[in-house]
């Protein structure tokens, strides 16, 4: 009896192995090594649009473009020796479709403009702690779990950020999946503690 329990415990054991997927965590590699960077400031800071469905899969167990979203990769810096800077998802902006880009700045997404083409969205990790927004129909319970715990692991948060210190994470925009290969601009702001100045960070990717 207490031989068959160890195997239906074994048993149960393996399935749950088999269904839990394994994540692929993205690389760490200097700041200057990445396609699309900018120091400036006392920060460094590199952006990656992760694009590819190979690759998505690594990462999240899914296409998640198809998913309605865009996963960016963030690395930011300190490189400064005696400020400390805030950095807020709230001061994030994304915009899908850009033709000829001036600047995010001009824009106001607080009042939401949206032309042809183009898809303007403040603070992204919202999406992110929205109760069972990735619980996939058919998906088993613990891979769920596991697929969410893997998404809030590698999420980017709002964080103070001190002088020699590294934070990096993504950030998850919406975006439709005929838009996959459009050129979209992304804004990273941040602020020195204790200052009403901001610094912004634009990139075309």
């Given at each position: 009896?207490f031989?068959?329990l160890?195997?239906?415990?074994?048993?149960?054991?393996?399935?749950r192995?088999?269904a839990?997927?394994?994540?692929?965590?993205?690389?760490?590699?200097?700041?200057?090594?990445?396609p699309?960077?900018?120091?400036?400031?006392g920060?460094a800071?590199?952006?990656?649009?992760?694009?590819e469905?190979k690759?998505?899969?690594?990462?999240?167990?899914?296409?998640m473009?198809t998913?309605?979203?865009?996963?960016v990769?963030?690395?930011?810096?300190?490189?400064?020796?005696?400020t400390?800077?805030?950095?807020?998802t709230?001061n994030?902006?994304?915009?899908?479709?850009?033709a000829?880009?001036?600047t995010?700045?001009?824009r106001?997404?607080?009042l939401?403009?949206v032309?042809?083409?183009?898809?303007i969205f403040i603070?992204?990790?919202?999406?992110?702690i929205?109760?069972?927004?990735f619980?996939?129909?058919g998906?088993?319970i613990?891979?769920?779990?596991?697929?969410?715990?893997?998404?809030?692991?590698?999420?980017?948060?709002?964080q103070t950020?001190?002088p020699?210190?590294?934070i990096r994470g993504?950030i998850?925009f919406p975006?439709?999946?005929?838009?996959?290969e459009?050129?979209?601009?992304?804004?990273?702001?941040?602020s020195?503690?204790g200052?009403?100045s901001?610094?912004?960070?634009?990139?075309?990717?």
């Amino acid at each position: 009896m207490f031989a068959r329990l160890l195997l239906v415990l074994f048993a149960t054991v393996t399935l749950r192995a088999e269904a839990t997927p394994e994540f692929s965590d993205f690389p760490v590699q200097p700041i200057s090594e990445h396609p699309n960077h900018a120091v400036a400031n006392g920060l460094a800071v590199a952006v990656d649009a992760i694009r590819e469905k190979k690759v998505l899969k690594d990462y999240f167990d899914k296409d998640m473009v198809t998913e309605g979203y865009l996963p960016v990769h963030v690395v930011i810096q300190n490189v400064s020796t005696d400020t400390n800077f805030l950095f807020l998802t709230d001061n994030l902006a994304y915009v899908v479709g850009v033709a000829d880009l001036d600047t995010l700045e001009g824009r106001d997404p607080s009042l939401g403009q949206v032309s042809r083409g183009t898809k303007i969205f403040i603070n992204p990790a919202a999406v992110l702690i929205t109760p069972g927004v990735f619980l996939f129909t058919g998906m088993k319970i613990n891979k769920a779990a596991a697929f969410r715990h893997n998404i809030l692991t590698k999420e980017l948060t709002s964080q103070t950020i001190a002088p020699g210190e590294t934070i990096r994470g993504f950030i998850l925009f919406p975006i439709e999946e005929e838009d996959r290969e459009e050129e979209v601009a992304v804004r990273i702001r941040l602020s020195p503690v204790g200052s009403q100045s901001v610094q912004d960070y634009e990139f075309v990717l």
